[in-house]
């Protein structure tokens, strides 16, 4: 049994998915995808036990050995993610039973948790695996049912978004093919150890474009800058759950297949040394810190606002990856996560304001401070991690990215890193100004969120100030990944 | 020879491009659609030419015969799962168009755009 954990994991949610779509009731669907995400945490957490304690696992899928059948292999980073992404879904499926049932349509509240389930399903299957074409369906199944969830939005405004979304999306996917096939024309192999031994280490110019190809296309995945225009639509018109699932959990993942793919599949020396990738990425990620958080200022929907402060995080994350240094790449793994926690629950609040307000625009949140206490708090803490103040996840990943780019006497970044903070304080205080210091306007009084809907948001908020009080956790795996990555074991 | 024995890579890059450039181009939904579906099917095209040796056989396993250069039946695999993900996507596009059309009454994206800030004001 133990043995087959790493497809379990994606094969019970697979399942689960089917079975979501034929049942009529929304309220047994959510139980059935509530029951799934805790079993994809138990599987999760134990595979990380696993790999933490004997090393990385690589599991052969129906007896056919690599290279020629499919693999799954885990090691520490893949484990990291899999088990925020249990984390995630465990946190969020909670709250989207009261959430999703007040801004869904009756019919469509089953096919929501199918599309979720699958959403997950294709998200854990490509952090698992371990053949690059495999990973190609996986992010197409991910990506297909993130394309519906958005487009269920209850503003029609959403359909739009979604569709703008697939064409977007399907154009990195068809990108990752193509580098793929190049890769498989150079070396006749899809699989990530056997592609990282064969790839030849001087300058080959069908590789180069492959390389080209594969960050291009995960870079619009991923909402890289300025590859992300996307992202604030969709994730402004989605319902509430949903944008909280997919800032916590998609860009994280797609992240993952770029550091997958640029250390462990092309290798440090080839991409950053005979590339030269970092000197693109790292002016790039600059730009987009300081892009995201000069458009989140001027935001008047406070979800829109979160959305352009993810592209600036995102750029935090492949800034860390870019630098190409143990500390640099445990930054960027530790954001990885740290944003995860911080965007998974100020979006939760917004679905808690959504939920008794039935809008996010900044002008309808004044006086929410005194009216919902807890959810404002919720917020309020969510922003200081977001912002990087101590004591909150944000301090920590913030703490080793200046300090990786001051090891390499980068000042520039370390003060575009401070900047984006600053700026990030400033679009925080907007809402707290608004909703602690304005009076309400509304004639009808507003009333704190339903305590179904706080538990999960102040989950993650406590997520947050643990894992940012008493980081040797996190930090340690993250270094463990880092240096795996680095090529060190 | 060099250049004319490349003749499958320069039409995949042609196709490519042509429905790169209608998918940049144009603002109809639908429209766009066709143009992401050029574009994904040149990279079938791709993926087939990759596989193909001169003078091989299709990979089929019969009685007696050995000794015969294979085309490499792996590349068409892949594709054959590479285009069943294409037809989802055009499937979920069209979905959605078929949505935008009731929620819009149109499936201009200028149009769907001035009615989005029209409503924003």
Not at chain 1, 101 to 120: D, N, P, Q, T, W
Not at chain 1, 258 to 277: K, S
Not at chain 1, 421 to 442: D, M, T
Not at chain 2, 76 to 81: A, E, K, N, S, Y
Request: overall charge neutral; hydrophobic content about 55%.
């Amino acid at each position: 049994m133990s043995e087959h954990l790493p497809i379990l994991l994606v094969v019970v949610p697979l399942a689960a998915a089917a079975i979501t779509a034929v049942l009529r009731s929304g309220r047994i669907a959510w139980l059935v995808t509530l029951v799934t995400s805790w079993a994809v945490l138990g599987i999760s957490v134990s595979l990380l036990v696993q790999v933490l304690r004997d090393g990385s696992i690589r599991y052969v899928l129906g007896g056919w050995p690599p290279p020629w059948g499919i693999e799954y292999s885990i090691d520490s980073l893949s484990a990291f993610v899999l088990v925020l992404l249990g984390g995630i879904a465990a946190i969020i499926t909670p709250f989207a039973l009261r959430s999703i049932e007040r801004e869904l349509e009756r019919g469509l509240v089953h096919f929501h948790y199918s599309a979720l389930l699958l959403c997950l399903a294709g998200l854990l299957g490509m952090t698992s695996t371990g053949d690059v074409f495999n990973l190609f369906v996986f992010l197409e199944i991910s990506s297909i049912s993130a394309y519906t969830l958005i487009a269920m939005g209850p503003d029609r405004r959403a359909l739009h978004a979604a569709f703008r979304y697939l064409i977007m999306g399907s154009v990195g996917a068809t990108f990752i093919v193509i580098g793929i096939g190049m890769l498989y024309m150079m070396t006749g192999s899809l699989n990530m150890a056997d592609l990282a031994e064969l790839i030849p280490p001087e300058r080959n110019r069908t590789i180069s474009v492959a390389l080209a190809f594969l960050t291009v296309g995960i870079g619009l995945k991923l909402a890289l800058f300025p590859l992300h225009l996307w992202l604030p639509d969709a994730y402004t018109f989605a319902p509430s759950a949903v944008t909280a699932f997919l800032a916590a959990t998609a860009t994280q993942v797609a992240v993952y297949v770029l550091a997958r793919f640029l250390f462990t599949v092309f290798g440090m020396g080839f991409t950053f040394e005979v590339m030269a990738l970092d000197r693109i990425l790292i002016p790039l990620c600059l730009l987009g810190i300081l892009a995201g958080s000069m458009r989140a200022i001027h935001q008047k929907n406070v979800k829109r606002m979160l959305a352009y402060s993810s592209v600036a995080q995102i750029g935090y994350v492949v800034l860390g990856l870019s630098l190409v240094s143990l500390t640099g790449l445990t930054a960027g793994i530790l954001h990885l996560f740290n944003h995860a926690l911080m965007k998974g629950s100020l979006f939760l609040a917004m679905g808690c304001i959504m939920y008794q307000v039935g809008s996010v625009r900044l002008d309808d949140m004044r006086g929410l401070g005194r009216s919902m206490p807890w959810t404002m708090a919720a917020f309020v803490i969510g922003g200081l991690s977001l912002i990087g103040v101590p004591l909150t996840v944000g301090f920590i990943s913030k703490w080793y990215l200046v300090l990786g780019a001051v090891e390499q006497g980068r000042w520039i970044v370390a003060g575009v890193v401070l900047l984006g903070s600053l700026l990030a304080v400033i679009y925080i205080w907007r809402v707290v100004e608004v909703a602690y210091f304005e009076e309400a306007s509304g004639d009808e009084p507003v009333r704190e969120a339903p305590i179904s809907l706080l538990i999960p948001t102040w989950a993650l908020v406590l997520a947050n100030l643990y894992f940012g009080i008493d980081a040797t956790l996190t930090s340690g795996i993250a270094s463990g990944a880092a240096r795996l990555l680095m090529g060190g074991g | 020879m060099r250049i004319l024995g490349l003749y499958n890579y320069w039409v995949f890059v042609f196709l490519m491009m042509v429905g790169f450039y209608i998918l940049i181009s144009r603002r109809n939904l639908v429209q766009e659609i066709l143009g992401l579906t050029i574009f994904q099917t040149a990279v079938f095209i791709f993926y087939i030419s990759m596989g193909s040796i001169v003078g091989a056989e299709p990979p089929t396993l019969a009685p007696g015969v050995e000794g015969i250069v294979y085309a490499n039946p792996l590349p068409h695999v892949l594709i054959l799962t590479a285009i069943v993900v294409g037809v989802s996507t055009m499937a979920v596009a069209l979905a959605l168009v078929v949505r935008i059309k009731e929620a819009y009454g149109t499936i201009e994206g200028d149009e769907i755009a001035d009615l989005d800030t029209a409503s924003e004001a």
